[in-house]
């Protein structure tokens, strides 16, 4: 059973970066699997942010590809979101999910984390 | 990326059979046979209910079924269930990258 949880502050300055880490528990970054971020804006629908393979080659949304780094740490077991120059438009839950075979679906989320962008 | 159209809203009384469409482009839906489909209850994660158009996870019941033509994909949900109410959305594979999500759909049973 996979359990992932997500992690990082809350609260974002604008203009700041927001860094987001999820733990990943029972299951390790093996080959074939694929880890990203999906966000969500308060009462709106699922944006797609970006993967990262088990190998380390990163997809990104277009829209974000400029400010976006996902990142994997396979010793303590976690990978990461860095978004930059964020705005209030990035205020959203953000998701980590996985999938042990294809980059094409998400078979396992974490509980999401709300991340709000305010001076 | 644009995103992919479906209805804003559907509903249904329980019993009945209901579907939601997903429609793209020839460059992600009608290209491809990676649709996905989530079901997202109130407050919670999405979770995975169908992939590569019509696959169902074995945890997922075999009430909700997918399927595509052309360049639109459809989640079928039969004996409909209160449990049942909650947001829809599709996903796609894309020429330009691996996943563009649909705007979803809030499914209501009467």
């Known amino acids: 059973q996979v359990q992932l949880q997500e992690s990082g502050p809350g609260l974002v300055k604008p203009s700041e970066t927001l860094s987001l880490t999820c733990a990943v528990f029972g299951y390790s970054f093996t080959s074939g699997s694929f880890w990203g971020w999906i966000r969500q804006p308060p009462g709106k629908g699922l944006e797609w942010v970006g993967t990262?393979?088990?190998?380390?080659?990163?997809f990104y949304n277009p829209t974000l590809k400029s400010r976006v780094t996902i990142s994997l740490d396979t010793s303590k077991n976690h990978f990461s979101l860095r978004l930059t120059s964020v705005t209030a438009a990035d205020t959203a839950m953000y998701y980590c999910?996985?999938?042990?075979?294809?980059?094409?679906?998400?078979?396992?989320w974490g509980q999401g984390t709300l991340v709000t962008v305010s001076s | 990326q644009s995103a992919l159209t479906q209805p804003a809203s559907v509903s249904g009384s329980p019993g009945q059979s209901i579907t939601i469409s997903c429609t793209g482009t020839?460059?992600?839906?009608?290209?491809?046979?990676?649709v996905s489909w989530y079901q997202q209850r109130p407050g919670k994660a999405p979770r995975l209910i169908i992939y590569d158009v019509s696959t169902r996870p074995s945890r997922v019941s075999d009430r909700f079924s997918g399927s595509k033509s052309g360049n639109t994909a459809s989640l079928t949900i039969s004996g409909l269930q209160a449990e049942d109410e909650a947001d829809y959305y599709c996903?796609?594979?894309?020429?330009?990258?691996?996943?563009?999500f649909g705007g979803g759909t809030r499914l209501t049973v009467l």
């Open positions: 990262i393979s088990h190998d380390g080659a990163t």
């Open positions: 020839s460059n992600d839906v009608g290209g491809y046979n990676f």
């Open positions: 999910a996985m999938d042990t075979s294809s980059m094409t679906r998400n078979d396992w």
């Open positions: 996903t796609s594979y894309t020429t330009s990258s691996p996943c563009v």
